[in-house]
C-alpha cells in the first residue's frame, strides 16, 4: 500500500468523561496493507492538550535548571517526587510554544528566558492520546536561580535547584530524572555537552 492508499474513516465519537483531562470513545476504521478495510475499532482517546517544555542552561557556570515536585502518576515508584525540566501545558488558545514555555519558566522557576532553540517535537503516545510535545533549549543566566516556585491557585508547589551539567548527566544515566519529557531534554544535553 502506497502512500496515497492510506484512508480512514471516523464513525463515531462520544465524550466519557470531562475533567481535568477529557476521555473520548472513538470508532474508526482504516485500510489494511494487505487491501480491504479493518472492522470497526474501538479505542478510548485521551485529550489532555499539548505541553511545553524547557531546559534552562547556564553556559558560565556549565549548570541547568531543574525542578522536583509531586507527581502522583508516580505514586508505585520509589518516590512521587520527581526530578524534571520545566514544563507546562499550552492551556491558552493561540498561544505559541516558545510564548508557553518563557511563561512557564517564569512562573515554577522565576526564569526570564529569551530565545529558544527547539529540541524536540513529537506525539506523547498517539495510541491513546492526542497529546503533542514541544521542547525547547534556553541559554540564560542561572546565578541567582533556585527557591520554591509555582501557582498557588494550581496547587503547585515546584523546588528549582541549579545542577551542575556533570551532575544532571549522572541524575539521567542513574534514573534520577525518569520522565519521558525530561529524559529527551537530558540525552539531547548530553549529546550537546559531548560536543563541546
Avoid at 510564548?99 to 491513546?128: F, M, T
Amino acid at each position: 500500500m502506497n502512500d496515497n492508499e492510506k484512508q480512514w474513516q471516523l464513525d463515531s465519537r462520544s465524550n466519557v468523561f470531562d475533567g481535568f483531562y477529557r476521555l473520548d470513545k472513538v470508532e474508526f476504521k482504516h485500510t489494511l496493507y494487505n487491501g480491504g478495510w479493518t472492522s470497526t475499532i474501538d479505542r478510548e482517546m485521551i485529550h489532555r492538550g499539548n505541553v511545553t517544555a524547557v531546559l534552562p542552561y547556564d553556559p558560565k557556570l556549565n549548570a541547568v535548571a531543574l525542578v522536583e515536585q509531586f507527581r502522583i502518576g508516580a505514586m508505585n515508584q520509589e518516590s512521587p517526587w520527581l526530578w524534571e525540566v520545566i514544563a507546562g501545558m499550552m492551556d491558552k488558545p493561540g498561544e505559541a510554544p516558545e510564548e508557553v514555555a518563557k511563561r512557564e519558566a517564569l512562573e515554577e522557576a522565576g526564569l526570564e528566558l529569551q530565545k529558544l532553540s527547539l529540541i524536540a517535537h513529537y506525539l506523547a503516545s498517539p495510541g491513546s492520546t492526542t497529546e503533542e510535545v514541544f521542547i525547547f533549549f534556553a541559554e540564560t543566566d542561572l546565578s541567582s536561580a533556585g527557591g520554591v516556585y509555582g501557582l498557588a491557585e494550581e496547587n503547585e508547589d515546584i523546588l528549582v535547584k541549579v545542577i551542575p551539567a556533570d551532575k544532571a548527566i549522572e541524575m539521567l544515566d542513574n534514573r534520577t530524572i525518569c520522565n519521558a519529557i525530561s529524559i529527551i531534554a537530558m540525552q539531547w544535553f548530553k549529546g550537546y555537552q559531548n560536543a563541546r
